[in-house]
C-alpha cells in the first residue's frame, strides 16, 4: 500500500477490477480522478499498481527518467513460441534501455527531413487519387473514410505499396488484430481454441507477416530509389542491422501506431470545426487564398497559419492518445512527494495535462486563436509524449496532418448529421468516435461558405465546451 488516495475499494477484488475497468475506459475516471484527487491519484484507494499523475511537473519527473519509468514489456498473455504474434511482440513500444534505444536508433533515419521529403509527395499523390474516389451526395461514416485515406498513406510511405494494389486485405488484418488485442476475452481465455478471439489474433498476425514478407521481397526485388520507409530500412546495412524477423516487428506497429491515429485526429478536427463554422471559414479562406488550385507542399504550410493552429488546437483537446504508454517502475523511485515500490505503475495523460486552465484558459473550448500567442513548454502540451520516448513519427504525422486537411477541405463540405449523439472511445491506446462520425460529403466549390453549424451533440459535451 502507499499513502495515494483514490476511490476507494469496496469488496476484496475491487482493486484489480477498478484498475481492469480503467484500463479498458479511462476516459471518464481520468477526468474525475483529476478532479477529486489532485495531481497524483491511485486508479484504486492506497494501490500501487496503476497510479495516475498529472500535468507537466509529474510528466517531466516520469518522461526524463526512461530507466525507471519503464515501459511495461509484459503481455497480459502468452505467445505461442515462433509464431508471428511473438515477432510482433519484439517491437520497441515493449523495449527498454539499450535494446531500445538501438532500434530507435536504427528506425530513425526513416523519420527524419530528407525522408520526410519524399513521403509528402507521396502523401499528396496517393491522397488525389483517394479523394477522387469519395462518394458524395451519401450519407457515409466519415470517420471510416478519413482511416481509409490514412491506411492507404501508410501503406505508401511505411512501405511502398501503390494505390491500384490491394491494400483492403492489409488495412482488414490490421484492424483485426487491434480489435482481437483490445478483447477482454484474449486476456481470459488465451487458448488457440477455434473461434476465440486470441485463436483469430494468432491466425491474423500469420496472415499480416506473411503479407508483409511478400512487401519484404517485392522491395528487394525493385530497383527503383527508396521513398518509402521499409525500403530505405532495408539499405541499411552493417552488423547491428535489424533483420527481417526484428524488421517485421517494428514495421507491424509503424503500420498500427502511424495510421489509426492520424485518421482520428483528422475526424476529430472535422467534428470541431463543423461545431465552429467561424474556424472552418478562416482555414478554408487561408486554403484557397494561399494555395488557389495548387497541391499543398511542406514548403507551402508555413503559409497556412490558421490551419496549423487548428490542428495543434485539435490535438490538444481531443488528443488521439489520451494516455501514453503505463510505464512500470523498473526499481523504488520518487513520484511528487511520494516514493512508489518496484513493479508500480504509472499513468499519464495528454488529456488531462492538456486542460490544465492555468496553462490553457478556457481549456474546455476549442479556441484555434490562442496558438498565436501560446507557448506551451514541452511537457506542458504532449499530444506526441516527450523526451527519449517521444513519438517517432510526430514529425511525419504533423506533416501528413498539414497536407491532408487542406485537400480534403478544399474539395468537400463535410455535412455532419446535425443530431447524431458523438462519443469518444478508446480503443488500445486511440481515442475515437464511438461507433463513428456520420454525414454527407459534398463537393465544394470555390468560396463556398461552411453550412448551418452543426451541434454533433451527445456524450462528447463532457469532453468540450458548447459555444
Ligand atoms: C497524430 C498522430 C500521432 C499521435 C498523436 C501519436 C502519439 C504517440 C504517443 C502519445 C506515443 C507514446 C509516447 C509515450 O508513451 O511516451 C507514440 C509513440 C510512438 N509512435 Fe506515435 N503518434 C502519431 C502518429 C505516429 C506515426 C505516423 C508513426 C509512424 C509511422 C508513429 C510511431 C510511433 C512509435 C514507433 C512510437 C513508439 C516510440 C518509442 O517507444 O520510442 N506515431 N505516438
Aim: net charge neutral.
Amino acid at each position: 500500500m502507499v499513502d495515494i488516495r483514490g476511490p476507494r475499494a469496496i469488496a476484496l477484488l475491487d482493486p484489480t477490477r477498478s484498475i481492469l475497468r480503467f484500463l479498458a475506459d479511462p476516459l471518464a475516471p481520468l477526468l474525475s480522478l483529476s478532479e477529486r484527487f489532485g495531481p497524483i491519484a491511485a486508479v484504486s484507494d492506497g494501490h500501487p499498481e496503476l497510479v495516475c499523475a498529472f500535468g507537466a511537473q509529474l510528466n517531466h519527473e516520469v518522461l526524463t527518467q526512461p530507466g525507471a519509468f519503464e515501459h511495461d514489456s509484459a503481455l497480459p498473455f502468452s505467445a505461442p513460441k515462433g509464431s508471428a504474434f511473438e515477432r510482433f511482440n519484439r517491437a520497441m513500444i515493449f523495449m527498454n534501455g539499450d535494446e531500445h534505444r538501438r532500434v530507435r536508433r536504427l528506425l530513425a533515419p526513416a523519420f527524419q527531413k530528407s525522408a520526410l521529403d519524399a513521403y509528402a509527395a507521396s502523401i499528396v499523390a496517393v491522397a488525389k487519387l483517394e479523394l477522387a474516389r469519395w462518394r458524395t451526395g451519401e450519407r457515409v461514416d466519415v470517420a471510416h473514410a478519413l482511416r481509409e485515406l490514412t491506411l492507404r498513406v501508410a501503406l505508401r510511405c511505411l512501405f511502398g505499396v501503390d494505390i491500384g494494389e490491394s491494400t483492403e486485405q492489409l488495412g482488414r488484418l490490421a484492424a483485426r488484430q487491434l480489435e482481437c488485442l483490445a478483447s477482454p476475452f484474449s486476456v481470459l481465455l488465451p487458448a488457440r481454441i477455434p473461434g476465440t478471439p486470441y485463436a483469430e489474433l494468432i491466425e491474423t498476425c500469420e496472415r499480416l507477416e506473411a503479407r508483409m514478407r511478400g512487401l519484404i521481397d517485392a522491395r528487394r526485388r525493385s530497383s527503383a530509389a527508396p521513398d518509402d520507409a521499409l525500403s530505405l530500412l532495408l539499405t541499411a546495412s552493417g552488423d547491428d542491422a535489424l533483420d527481417d524477423d526484428e524488421l517485421i516487428g517494428q514495421m507491424n506497429t509503424l503500420f498500427v501506431a502511424g495510421h489509426e491515429t492520424t485518421a482520428t485526429t483528422l475526424a476529430w478536427t472535422v467534428l470541431l470545426l463543423a461545431r465552429h463554422p467561424a474556424a472552418l471559414d478562416a482555414v478554408t479562406d487561408e486554403i484557397e487564398a494561399t494555395l488557389g488550385d495548387d497541391d499543398p507542399t511542406p514548403e507551402a504550410l508555413s503559409a497556412l497559419g490558421a490551419l496549423d493552429r487548428v490542428t495543434k488546437e485539435s490535438l490538444r483537446l481531443l488528443p488521439p492518445a489520451p494516455v501514453l504508454f503505463t510505464r512500470v517502475l523498473s526499481r523504488e523511485a520518487k513520484l511528487g512527494p511520494h516514493t512508489l515500490p518496484t513493479g508500480a505503475g504509472v499513468v499519464l495523460s495528454p488529456l488531462v495535462t492538456q486542460r490544465d486552465p492555468s496553462v490553457f484558459e478556457r481549456p474546455r473550448a476549442f479556441v484555434p486563436e490562442r496558438w498565436k500567442g501560446a507557448q506551451p513548454t514541452t511537457y506542458q502540451y504532449i499530444p506526441f509524449g516527450a523526451g527519449a520516448r517521444m513519438c517517432l513519427g510526430a514529425a511525419f504525422a504533423n506533416m501528413a496532418l498539414r497536407l491532408l486537411l487542406p485537400m480534403v477541405l478544399r474539395r468537400f463540405s463535410i455535412v455532419l448529421d446535425p443530431d447524431q449523439a458523438v462519443a469518444a472511445h478508446v480503443r488500445g491506446i486511440t481515442m475515437a468516435p464511438k461507433g463513428g462520425l456520420f454525414g454527407r460529403i459534398e463537393r465544394r466549390a470555390r468560396g463556398q461558405r461552411a453550412r448551418a453549424p452543426v451541434t454533433a451533440r451527445g456524450p462528447i459535451d463532457a469532453l468540450i465546451e458548447r459555444s
